[in-house]
C-alpha cells in the first residue's frame, strides 16, 4: 500500500508500499556492480569517560573515497555535483514534486538513503516546511520495514560533504536485533512541546520527543523549537547561516550546534556527534582515542555551560 502524507491540505507527498524492499533489490544489484561503495563492517563498541553511552566505531574503507568538500570548492556549487543530475540506477522516487529519493554511493549500513532537493538549494539553508515533510513521508513509507534515522547536516562546520541541501537516511535500532546500537536519546521519555538536554553529552544540544500521532505540522514545530535555541547559542540571526547537526527518529529529534566540521585531522558530522564513527582504516581509529573521544566530539560544537 502507498503511503501519502498531505501538508497544508494541498502538497501531497506519496510513496510506494514496498519501497524498502525495492531499495534493497537495487542496492545489492549496485554494489554487485561496483556502483555502489559497500562491504560489512563490525562494530568497535566503547565505553568512554563522559558518555554514558557508548561509541560505535566502525572501519569503512568507502569513508576514504568519500569526498568532503571544502566550503570554496566548485563542486558545491549549483553547476556541480553529485545530485544535479541523479544517475537514473540511484533514483528510487521523486518525493512530491520538489525531492529526489535514491541511494547513497558511500554506505556503512545496507541500504542508506539520500533525499535530496530537485533543484539546487545550498546546504547552508535550514530546512524549509517541504524538506521535513518530505523526510516524514519518507520515514513513515520505510519505517514500516525497518526503523530509520534522518540526518541533516547544515553547513561546511557541520561536516557535510557537498553543497546541494540533502538529508541522509539509514536503518537504525531494530529491537529484534540483539545486537542493537542505541543513541543517546534512544529509550528516554522526552517532553513533547518543550526542548530539554541529554546528561550524558558534554556539549550543547537539545532534543525533544515526537508523539506516535505527530503530522507534518508537528515535526516542523518541533524543528524550529530547536532551531531558535540553537540560532541563540550560536549567536546567530534569523537571516545567517548556521551550522548544525539534526537527527530525527519517528520518537525524537535533536540538534547539536558547530563550531567546526574537525580538528587534528578528524571530521565529524551528525551521526559521529551522537558516537556513531564511522573511520577510513585502523590508523584513524586510533587518532580518536588519541584525541580523547568525548573531548574531541566538544571542540567541534560548543561545551557544556558550567
Keep these: 500500500m502507498d503511503t501519502t502524507i498531505v501538508l497544508r491540505g494541498s502538497t501531497k507527498f506519496t510513496l510506494p508500499g514496498d519501497l524498502f524492499e525495492s531499495a534493497m533489490d537495487r542496492f545489492d544489484s549496485l554494489v554487485e556492480t561496483g556502483e555502489i561503495l559497500y562491504s560489512p563492517s563490525e562494530p568497535d563498541r566503547i565505553e568512554h569517560d563522559g558518555f554514558e553511552v557508548i561509541f ?17 570548492d566548485p563542486g558545491r556549487s ?15 522516487a521523486n518525493v512530491g514534486t520538489d525531492h529526489v529519493l535514491e541511494l547513497n554511493k558511500f554506505c556503512v549500513f545496507r541500504p542508506m538513503l539520500i533525499l535530496h532537493t530537485h533543484k539546487y538549494v545550498p546546504q547552508e539553508d535550514d530546512l524549509d516546511a517541504s524538506d521535513l515533510a ?21 553547513g561546511v562546520d557541520s561536516g557535510s560533504s557537498q553543497g546541494h541541501k540533502h538529508l541522509q537516511l539509514w536503518p537504525h535500532l531494530n529491537l529484534k536485533d540483539k545486537k542493537a546500537f542505541y543513541l543517546p536519546p534512544d529509550g528516554k521519555d522526552l517532553p513533547f512541546d518543550t526542548p530539554t538536554v541529554l546528561p550524558d553529552l558534554p556539549y550543547q544540544h537539545w532534543v525533544v520527543g515526537i508523539p506516535r500521532s505527530a503530522k507534518p505540522v508537528d515535526i516542523i514545530e518541533s524543528y524550529y523549537l530547536l532551531l531558535r535555541k540553537t540560532r541563540e547559542a550560536l549567536g546567530k540571526e534569523d537571516d545567517e547561516a548556521a551550522a548544525y547537526n539534526l537527527l530525527f527518529t519517528a520518537v525524537w529529534m535533536i540538534i547539536i550546534p558547530r563550531t567546526q566540521k574537525g580538528c587534528k585531522g578528524l571530521n565529524a558530522n551528525g551521526a559521529g556527534m551522537l558516537g556513531l564513527v564511522w573511520v577510513k582504516d585502523a590508523e584513524e581509529r586510533e587518532e580518536w582515542t588519541k584525541h580523547g573521544m568525548t573531548e574531541h566530539l566538544t571542540r567541534l560544537g560548543l561545551p557544556v555551560e558550567k
Aim: with cysteine; glycine share 4%; aromatic share 10%.
Design 56 to 72: 560505535e566505531f566502525r572501519i569503512v574503507p568507502a569513508m576514504g573515497s568519500k569526498p568532503l568538500l571544502a566550503a570554496d
Design 134 to 154: 518530505a523526510a516524514w513521508a519518507t520515514l513513515a513509507t520505510i519505517n514500516v520495514e525497518v526503523p530509520h534515522i534522518a540526518l541533516y547536516n547544515c
Design 78 to 92: 549549483q553547476a556541480q555535483g553529485p545530485f544535479v543530475n541523479p544517475d537514473p540506477a540511484f533514483v528510487l
